[in-house]
């Protein structure tokens, strides 16, 4: 049970096309995937978003000296020993970094054991995993024909990026309710609005009936967000503002959301996703999965996530059609919108060590700023 090894490296698969967001433009998705081997010869593999140069830092510097020798069972263990080690002061910078550690720990956990990862969790309670169609642009025509192609795959909820200015706003709801017909809408603002454009722009999106608008206002304004709550009656969802299971336990005394979205990767591992889940699940909020373009570790982590957590009702958000590669050459499989739950041990994932090599890049890239306007850079509140 106890780690013997523990090696990683950073990988970087290319996306099929440049997506854009109101942060800026993306052509890839940067991960640090974590391999360990136990005493006993057990594998795990975990994977983590890597989006700034702090993640393999605090990894090698601080998770990985620290998880040498811990039994892969004791990941509570591990993520209040990082924040011990001084990162209770730099919450952002480390949870990342733990969680890559924390999902091989699990996944090694579960091949000891002989189980799932959902069956570790309390047992199986959804056999199937709806994701929704994701899109990325401004540009009506390009939204049409891609919502068109994931509801024909079979997508019944749909996830569209707004927030670029106020009049595209309202221009690619609109596109959006009439190329899903009834279907689920799910807005993203990724907190560009100010707290008099949130009230506007919801007062006109109403007529579209979105789902929830997802982060309207920055991440740590939770008291506008509750206000927003109290004003008018389109359900706000919370993502930025609730990574760690603190801030999703902040979020729910503010009264701030009608949805949560949580990340595994920015709580600090998946121990932690399923507590921040139980303190809404207490308040009767259903949550969802935040996408940052997960690999196959990920991917499969999230779907063990929602096959065992009871409130996790929310069409997980995925940017698997995106990815132009994988580094496993059997990932999960996306069927008529929805993914397959895992039966094999722990994670349930074979990692192809050929295509990590193939994938594998020495520096973080950015993936906030548009290289095709070099003077631009995000600020939010945007408009």
Sequence with gaps: ?????????????????????????????????????????????????????????????????????????????????????????????????????????????????????????????????????????????????????????????????????????IALAEEARHAIGDGELRLDVNGAWTPGTARRQLGKLRQFDPAYVEQPLEMDDLAGAAALRRAQSVPIAIDEGAYTMNDVGNVIQAEAADYVLLDPHQAGGLWQAIKAAAICEARGIPVGLHSAAELALSQAAYVHLAAAVPNLTLAIDTERGYLGGDISNDPLPLVDGAFGVPTQPGLGVDVSEELVETFAVGAVAGAYLDADRPDWFPVKPAY
């Design 1 to 169: 049970m106890r780690i013997r090894r523990i090696d990683h490296r950073v990988v970087r698969v290319p996306f099929s096309e440049t997506i854009h967001w109101g942060s800026g433009a993306r052509v890839g998705t940067t991960r640090l995937l974590c391999r360990i081997e136990t005493e006993s010869g057990a594998v795990g593999w975990g994977e983590t978003q890597c989006l700034i140069d702090a993640v393999p830092a605090v990894f090698a510097g601080a998770v990985a000296p620290i998880g040498m020798g811990y039994a892969v069972s004791d990941v509570e263990r591990l993520h209040r020993h990082v924040m011990g080690a001084g990162y209770y002061h730099h919450k952002r910078a480390a949870v990342m970094a733990i969680a890559a550690l924390e999902m091989a720990m699990w996944d090694a956990f579960g091949k000891i054991a002989g189980q799932p990862l959902w069956a570790l969790w309390g047992g199986l309670w959804r056999e199937s995993v709806a994701a929704a169609g994701y899109t990325f642009t401004r540009d009506p025509a390009t939204l049409r024909a891609r919502l068109a192609a994931f509801r024909d795959l079979g997508h019944t909820a749909f996830k569209v990026k707004i927030g670029f200015d106020a009049a595209s706003d």
